[in-house]
């Protein structure tokens, strides 16, 4: 299974959905790790610190989205309502989506990710 970490683009959000420290806890599970470059850069994290832990970067937000099976983000569309809405092109049927939605203030973001085949969403908080 791949976990995927794509950038965050809300304006201003300088929080990242994995920090390094967890990627040997998701390796030991099975998991491999792709992050978008740059993405713990405004949290602290450089790069480099994942590679180390064992996750891949990739160029690439496109990239992140083809190859996860899961996408773990802080602010996904739904409680993304500025830019959110970039990524719904993305997802893929059957994949898992994890992060902040607030599915319940936004119904019809709900609505388009389910449509792309997005079947499980979930809610963290």
């Not at 990242?16 to 792709?34: C, D, H, R, T, Y």
């Not at 790069?47 to 990739?58: E, F, L, Q």
């Not at 500025?82 to 997802?91: F, K, Y």
């Not at 973001?109 to 963290?124: P, T, Y």
């Amino acid at each position: 299974m791949i976990v995927g970490v794509p950038r965050e683009i809300y304006p201003g959000e300088r929080r990242v959905a994995l920090v390094p420290g967890v990627i040997a806890s998701l390796a030991k599970a099975g998991m491999e790790v792709v992050i978008e470059a740059g993405s713990g850069a405004s949290a602290g994290y450089m790069d480099a610190d994942y590679v180390a832990k064992g996750a891949k970067i990739s160029a690439e937000r496109t990239e992140v989205f083809r190859t996860a099976d899961v996408i773990v983000q802080v602010l996904c569309y739904g409680a993304n309502d500025r830019t959110g809405n970039e990524d719904v092109p993305l997802m893929r049927r059957d994949q898992v989506l994890i992060g902040f939605l607030r599915p319940l203030g936004s119904e019809q973001s709900v609505k388009e990710i389910a449509a792309n085949g997005c079947a499980r969403i979930f809610r963290w908080s």
